[in-house]
Structures are given as structure tokens and as C-alpha cells.
Nanobody, 119 residues
Framework: QVQLVESGGGLVQPGGSLRLSCAAS????????MAWYRQAPGKQRELVAT???????TYADSVKGRFTISRDNAKNTVYLQMNSLKPEDTAVYYC?????????????WGQGTQVTVSS
């Protein structure tokens, strides 16, 4: 069973930075896609950024130019570097991994880490 464990959340002032980490229990090379989602109170979970096995990335318009997703296959870890944080970035951030095995898709989620941007 794959486990994803997020860390790095916390309280930060507007304009500050945080780096989230998502450590997988196994090799992340088996995942065709890894991503970060977030969910603010009273809102639906939204996609923040994705990174494919080969390295291509995508970002939500709201975070382009401020957030960077990256992966370290040797450490089985995906990161989300968040700069120029805004109060509207406040949410629980979730790590996601997608795997395809013999034509069957598997989705894995972490438990989430809270990010609060406030002065």
C-alpha cells in the first residue's frame, strides 16, 4: 500500500515562503503523475500543480509564477515551493499520486498539511 506523507505547512505572513514536501513510501518513478491540491474552508478541492514522470509541469493560473513543483526520484519526494504567499493561499494542501498498473488506475492521497497565510 502506497503512503504519501506531507510536511512543511505552517503559519506564514503575506509575501512569505514555504516549501511543502511529500514523501512516498515507495519509488515515485512508478507514478505517471504527482500533484498538489488544496482545499480552503467551504470550498472544493482544487488542483494547484502537477508534475509528470518525465518532468513536465502544469500550474493553476492563481499560482503561476509564484509556486514551483519539483520531484526528487532518488528521495521519492515531491516538493511545492511557494513564494509570495497571499492570504487566499490559505488551505489544507494535499499530495496526490496517480499510478497505472495493468490498465487499472490507482489514486493515492496524503493526509494533508495546513498552510495559513496571515499577518
Amino acid at each position: 500500500q502506497v503512503q504519501l506523507v506531507e510536511s512543511g505547512g505552517g503559519l506564514v505572513q503575506p509575501g512569505g515562503s514555504l516549501r511543502l514536501s511529500c514523501a512516498a513510501s515507495g519509488s515515485i518513478f512508478s507514478f505517471h503523475t504527482m500533484a498538489w491540491y488544496r482545499q480552503a474552508p467551504g470550498k472544493q478541492r482544487e488542483l494547484v500543480a502537477t508534475i509528470a514522470r518525465g518532468g513536465p509541469t502544469t500550474y493553476a493560473d492563481s499560482v503561476k509564477g509564484r509556486f514551483t513543483i519539483s520531484r526528487d526520484n532518488a528521495k521519492n519526494t515531491v516538493y511545492l515551493q511557494m513564494n509570495s504567499l497571499k492570504p487566499e493561499d490559505t488551505a489544507v494542501y494535499y499530495c496526490y499520486a496517480g499510478e497505472s498498473r495493468i490498465g487499472v488506475m490507482y489514486d493515492y492521497w496524503g493526509q494533508g498539511t495546513q498552510v495559513t497565510v496571515s499577518s
